[in-house]
Structure formats: C-alpha cells, structure tokens
C-alpha cells in the first residue's frame, strides 16, 4: 500500500519556521514529481511548492517564494517544506502530493498519491 505520511506541523508565532516532512512508503518516488500543497479553511487547496524528480528544480507559488523552500532525499523517500518568516495568512492544513500524472504541476486533480495533511498554525 502506498502512504505519504507528513510531519512537522504545528503552532508557531509570525515570523517563526517550521519543517514539514513528508516520508513514501510502498514505492519510491525518485522519479516522479512531488508538491506540498495547502487548504486554509473555507477556501480550496493550493500549490505551494513542488519539485521535480529528475532534475530536481523546484518550483513555488508567490506567495512563498523566497521563504518556502521544497527538498527531497531520495534515498530515505522523504520530501521537506522548510517554511521561514511565517506569516498568519500561511494558516493551513498542508498536504504532501506524489507522482503528477497531469500536464500541470499546479493542480492538485493531476497528482496520484495525497497524505493526510499536517496542521500549521501561524499566529499574530
């Protein structure tokens, strides 16, 4: 059976970091696409940040880039979101997405595999 597993959430104050981690089991995912997406409540979920699994370049959304950064260690099949200079607006349930099958990397109906999602919490 194939499981994303995410960790590292929790409450942190404005301007704090946290580290999420997102661990594979049941296959590898050295080649294939992985993404951390986010579901602030009322709203729908969003691409956040994602890396490729050939060449490893990295993508984000705006509102993250130069404060998110995606990593991935194929070896332990473990992808990291490491979130500086939070912010309340940041407030979600973050998802760990694998192995994109759609043509856009931004979309979360174009990834096979979802974890259950981890909670981060970004007070004022």
């Known amino acids: 059976q194939v499981r994303l597993t995410e960790s590292g959430g929790g409450l942190v104050q404005a301007g704090g970091s946290l580290r999420l981690s997102c661990v594979a089991s049941g296959r590898s995912f050295s080649n294939n696409d992985m993404a951390w997406f986010r579901q602030g409540s009322g709203k729908e979920r969003e691409f956040a940040a994602g890396?490729?699994?050939?060449?490893?370049?990295?993508y984000y959304a705006g509102s993250v880039k130069g404060r998110f950064a995606i990593s991935r260690d194929n070896a332990k099949n473990t992808v990291y979101l490491q979130m500086n200079s939070l912010k309340p607006e940041d407030t979600a349930v973050y998802y760990c997405?694998?192995?994109?099958?759609?043509?856009?990397?931004?979309?979360?109906?174009?990834?096979?595999?979802w974890g259950q999602g981890t909670q981060v919490t970004v007070s004022s």
């Open positions: 997405a694998g192995a994109r099958r759609g043509d856009s990397r931004y979309e979360a109906r174009d990834y096979i595999y």
């Open positions: 890396v490729d699994g050939s060449h490893r370049r990295t």
